[in-house]
C-alpha cells in the first residue's frame, strides 16, 4: 500500500505519519516514511537546491526539479520497497505540485499533470490525506517549529500569505476533483482525533485490498 500525507507547511502532516507509522508497526507491517523532495541521494541534493538556494527560481524550473527528485524517488525507493510488500508512507507527492506550483505558482495544471504522469510512470497513491487548516494557523505552527529547530524558513516557506491561501484553495480544489481515494482532513481538531480518524481510513482500506 502507498499512503501519501499532503497539506501546506505547518498543517500537522508530520505528527501524524508518525503516529501512522507506529500504529502499523505494532499490526506487523513494514513501513517506510518518506519525504519529498528526498528519500535518496540525488532526491535530496534537489531538495538542498529547491529549499536552500538563495536565488530566485522560476516556477517552471521549480516544477522540474521537485518532478525530477519525484521520478527519482519512485523509481529507485518506492516500487521496490512496494514490490517487498511494504506500506510506504510519502510526506508529499504529485498533489503537491498541482497546489503549490498550479494554484500556487499559477502554472497550468494540465501540464503540470502530464509532466507528472510521465514522472511517476502509474504509481497513483492508494490513500492520500489532505491536511486542511487555516493559513494563519499553520503559519503559526511552522513559525514555532522554525524557532524550536533554531532555523530559518526555507525558500518555499518565505513565499507568502497570499500564496499558501491559493495553495490551500488549490489543495481543497484537487480533493474535489479526484477519481482516487483523496481524504480531508481537518487539522485543527485535537490531535488525538485525527489520528483515530486517519488509522481507522487506513485499516478499512486495508481490509479492502
Not at 508497526?25 to 538542498?48: C, F
Not at 529547491?50 to 529507485?76: G, H, N
Not at 511517476?120 to 487548516?133: E, Q
Not at 518565505?158 to 484553495?169: A, I, L, N, W
Request: net charge negative; charged share 25%; with cysteine.
Amino acid at each position: 500500500m502507498f499512503i501519501t500525507f499532503e497539506g501546506i507547511d505547518g498543517s500537522g502532516k508530520s505528527t501524524q505519519i508518525s503516529y501512522l507509522k507506529d500504529w502499523l508497526e505494532d499490526k506487523g507491517h513494514t513501513i517506510l516514511v518518506l519525504r519529498e523532495p528526498g528519500g535518496n541521494i540525488v532526491s535530496e541534493q534537489i531538495r538542498t537546491l529547491l529549499l536552500d538556494s538563495k536565488e530566485e527560481i522560476d516556477p517552471r524550473s521549480e516544477l522540474l526539479l521537485f518532478t525530477a527528485a519525484r521520478a527519482q524517488l519512485v523509481s529507485k525507493v518506492i516500487r521496490p520497497a512496494l514490490k517487498q510488500g511494504s506500506i510506504v508512507i510519502c510526506d508529499r507527492y504529485i498533489d503537491s505540485s498541482v497546489a503549490y506550483q498550479g494554484y500556487g505558482r499559477g502554472l497550468p495544471v494540465n501540464d503540470i499533470h502530464l509532466i507528472n504522469a510521465f514522472a511517476i510512470n502509474g504509481l497513483v497513491p492508494d490513500i492520500t490525506f489532505i491536511f486542511d487548516l487555516p493559513v494563519e494557523d499553520a503559519a503559526l505552527r511552522a513559525g514555532f517549529r522554525s524557532t524550536d529547530k533554531k532555523s530559518s524558513p526555507d525558500r518555499m516557506e518565505q513565499s507568502g500569505e497570499e500564496f499558501f491561501k491559493k495553495t490551500k484553495e488549490g489543495y481543497l480544489k484537487i480533493a474535489e476533483d479526484a477519481n482516487r481515494r483523496i481524504f480531508v482532513v481537518q487539522s485543527n481538531e485535537q490531535v488525538e482525533s485525527i489520528r483515530l480518524q486517519v488509522c481507522s481510513i487506513v485499516d478499512t482500506c486495508l481490509k479492502s485490498l
